[in-house]
């Protein structure tokens, strides 16, 4: 099979260089350009220089004829409102699209717009585009031209519940999310609350109950619910550079044992290569899924408060976003799903 | 008047060094005796050097008979079960005494037994011992021998919900405690699981539902509510040294507005100069108060899911441990409550 | 004796809020004025949320005759070119000032100006001020209308050396200072280098021989010494937010035994209080100083290569800011130097 | 080509398991047997969950004979003392071994004896034995039984400064290496100094002109030189996980440009396919390399002193350690050098 020829725009933040990062050992990729508004005409080097030995990769300006003739896939890693101003452009000429901002993510105009505050300026494209969760989207993903990249928060909160919420087992008006995540979730931006001395040795709380994430975790688990759904999420900022941790708490609708859960849980996801599932006592931590593209699944039963308790880890920046990326290339090209993309996390 | 002659048993844990830092800038406390088991005999320069320009201070082996003859108070901060061993010694050579440990914190012998795993040795002290929870319990720790420190967690998340608890405005079935500390917070123990290359770039949910703090909040939310209270509690390991962050969910039994409640928490805490309240929009973090004795709040109320969510910020090692034995002794010895105690948190 | 009426200028950046800090706990001081050009007219507890006990103190832009009429000392934390060109109309008013800038910190106009590559606007003024550095100009100190507080490097690496250079025991060709400094030292600036994700993990060299410090080092080792230094030093970015520590090379002119050196640094700083001298085989560290005033010093002999290796530690924001200029007002209007300031380093 | 069978002694190290992780991602090999002590029978997830999608790999008791008989190549990733004793056996049985303690780096055991204070149990078989780093020794290790695979301070401070030395461009007696190492290094021992709350925050030298690693660094750039070689070695803990930056002085023997030590650089290494250089003006940091395999160098002229600075930077759990002896495998085993090893540091 020959190579897919890809391009990125926005390959210079976070987001992005590790995208970039992961494309380069990818065995069925070739790297047309990329692209980059702020440091456009200099060696991608110059910016990250652990690609010293990579001295050969430049990053352009954008053109969108260009890319549009000479890439099979364009992965779009642009803040929302820029990504829906430019995928119409290329879209139109049927290029196939993989778009890492919340721009393309929702089924509902009106949601995006209450949750983002702004008008969408292409609501008709929400109808064409799928959203690039793998594990509850493949076959739409297989064949879509457009895929909306879901968010990292949303990733890590829709596989730890889908199961449940499939199978009908917790009240919805009970979950809440609380989830944790590592300082490249908020970019390479330059502000004083990202400052290391502001963010070393601190957590915080921010965003909460108004954070855009919960609009997308409420539109998946309402997909497999069948319903309307209105759930707690509160988003931390953690002194790491990498990582989601949720802990999730709903209450159960009828007793069931850790085997009875397990044991769904591995049958939802028996064709998701990338889930793990943690046995009885024990729990996913950051450093087990830190590199990797995996969303490890744990969970403990509390009969005191009726509670199920789930503990889910993913790299935001992995399975939060390029890796998942991939992922979807590897689907929409009919690729195994895992190929390029790693399986083990650095622990160290 | 005079100088308070204190003594402290397990002064080269983390909780007791810290406890010694802030003692020794005490106006009107003079140390009598620092005891160690592992170090007796050593300079307290020799296990923590930045002792070093106090190079006179020694770590001794426990004498009872002499520290209670010479201290008029003893702070003891010695792991459970040690503490319940050696505090009847104390007590009945009538010496006052603050315990940091959990063995005298609890009304109830059976809710200890039950939660700490084995039988308590002098079940009837506890009747003796006061909670030292001085923005609940300030009367009683007056006149109180025997004062049982709170834990850390605890303190931080009684101190967040008691208004609420108290004036009925909350659900107490839907309480959930999502908290998360530094690392200090297990002490100077030495296990795989607290070496620095397993915690830092990490987060982790430890004992699920299991956590011992539960039934310390619950007694003291209870005694509050006038009836039981079952809650959900999940302690989390944060890669920084000190701090608690809870983040608190629970369901408004009545619509009230952000100003309704700031009010009431303002007139709850009118004498509790260590209890600081947030405007709207604003929310604690673990920096605004490591190294202070403070306890910040915040909240924000969801009206989608007719949810209040709270946010509370201590050090552990101060509020959560030594500046709050130390507030107690001031409150005891009939010293202003925050004689010695840092008010302003390091920030940097 | 009456207090101390102070104000102090660019009281938001890290160095000025950790001055303003310190002040608030010191018993001879009242604030004034606390000036910020970014943050005029706000409460200091909406920009930095730990001062929200002390809600009452508000931020103010500066007017020069309003703070010379009702400050006996006014502490400038600007930067170096901003400080020049407002101290001269203080300086004019007959205010006392310490300057926490590089601009007064210089013998030779002609030193700085190669160093900080613009012209002194007030070169004059040079002779009229004092380097503040109390182990070494105590006297001078005493009745200077304005001091130079000296640098966060130049004070670690100047204390640490004084004593060998005063005493001509090592060749000041041989003196290479390797320095390590924690990120509150670059000021509360935005820039990518010092976004957490850059800085956390990795530890940087910068500025390899053209640091401005070194000429601040080479002034005063110079003075000590009675002829020119030229020296090597490089600074290093920590991933932490406060501390320097020096690792600091040097051929030794005569054969010296470890308690030879000993007893020299203890003569020589007899009357420091701020300078603890460390025994054989210990050797200082950052969490031994960090929140003090204090610069620890030790040393090893390598008799192989004929070198001393000395190692010191300061608080960067203390005794390299901040707690040194309190130290410098304590001395300049006769009170204990030590009053206010911390002895004793958090640890933890 | 066949698969390459291999055996890891030694393998939840913190070195060890780094080595397995690369291992599971190299083409070309298969692992017979994971050895641990401490851990044999388990799974390997049960001790590293980041290999919980590896559920089938267990952990073995060292049985010398089955490992001999099945594995063409051993790796042996224990403590110093600990290899020399198992390693003879290995060897004589005919198995090629890689050994990453210091047991097996040495020519004269009276130097390793002298540094290791103790008795060499095989000093014959350190005549049998190659130093293990490629870029100085291809040609020997190619056909080596037995590599000795170099410490991580040694290969980040020879690869710095063998084309110097082998040039004879500096004066060997003012080599100074301040070099600064990440927590791994220390192992997965459990000791008070190792605990997260005494790392964090802090930097320490230690092993202060004593650390045995300056005797392997002796031993090869002295072979380079042709003399014996005594220089200053001072090694710190930084409170990260991986990495190594080592910040080296020397004095330069005559006048040269950035270019001609670039250009003499870039022939020296011109076979190297793991060293990167670095243009005039730019040094590498440790989030260049973490990850990877690669040693970055760079360096900086200082005419007034006439000295060199330069500053390196390794992974010392990849080029440091594991990485660098799957690179010694593969040149063992007639493979590409760079197979299965990142050439790319992760950044973030």
Redesign the interface.
């Known amino acids: 099979m020959p190579m897919i020829q890809v391009s990125v725009l926005g390959s210079t933040g976070?987001g992005g260089?590790?995208l970039v990062?992961l494309l380069?050992?990818h065995p069925k990729v070739k790297i047309y350009k990329l692209m980059s508004h702020s440091y456009a005409g200099k060696s991608l080097s110059d910016v990250?220089?652990?690609?010293?030995?990579?001295e050969d990769i430049c990053l352009s300006e954008l053109d969108i004829d260009d890319i549009a003739d000479n890439s099979q896939l364009v992965f779009t890693s642009l803040p929302h409102g820029a990504s829906s101003k430019i995928i119409p452009l290329l879209y139109e000429k049927g290029v196939r699209i993989v778009d890492l901002s919340g721009d393309f993510r929702y089924i509902s105009a009106k949601i995006f717009e209450k949750w983002y505050g702004y008008k969408h300026p292409r609501p008709e494209l929400l109808q064409e585009s799928t959203y690039g969760l793998p594990e509850l989207h493949k076959e739409d993903i297989k064949k879509a031209q457009l895929v909306g990249n879901p968010g990292c928060y949303p990733t890590s909160a829709i596989l730890t519940l889908a199961p449940l919420i499939a199978n009908q087992l917790i009240d919805p008006?009970s979950i809440?999310i609380?989830a944790?995540s590592g300082?490249?979730g908020a970019g390479?931006a330059?502000?004083?609350g990202?400052?290391?001395?502001?963010?070393?040795?601190?957590?915080?709380?921010?965003n909460?109950?108004t954070h855009r994430h919960t609009s997308e975790i409420e539109q998946e688990l309402g997909l497999l619910a069948g319903r309307d759904i209105?759930?707690?999420f509160?988003p931390?900022l953690?002194?790491?550079?990498?990582?989601i941790?949720s802990?999730i708490?709903a209450s159960l609708l009828k007793s069931l044992s850790f085997n009875d859960i397990y044991t769904l849980y591995t049958k939802f996801y028996k064709d998701a290569?990338f889930v793990?599932l943690?046995l009885e006592g024990?729990?996913?931590?950051?450093?087990?899924?830190?590199?990797?593209n995996?969303c490890?699944i744990g969970f403990?039963?509390?009969s005191?408060?009726n509670?199920i308790?789930l503990?889910s880890a993913i790299d935001n920046?992995v399975k939060g976003a390029g890796g998942q990326a991939i992922q979807n290339m590897n689907i929409m090209f009919g690729l195994d799903e895992t190929m390029g993309l790693p399986?083990?996390?650095?622990?160290?």
């Open positions: 976070y260089i590790e990062r380069t050992s990250y220089p652990n690609f010293i030995a990579h008006t809440i609380d944790k300082a490249t390479r330059t502000s004083v990202l400052n290391f001395c502001e963010v070393d040795g601190n957590i915080k709380a921010y909460v109950s209105k759930l707690s509160t931390h953690l002194p790491i550079k990498r990582g941790l802990t708490y290569p793990s943690y024990k729990l996913p931590e950051i450093k087990y899924v830190r590199g990797s995996q490890h403990a039963l509390d005191r408060t509670r308790i503990v920046l399986q083990l996390g650095w622990y160290l």
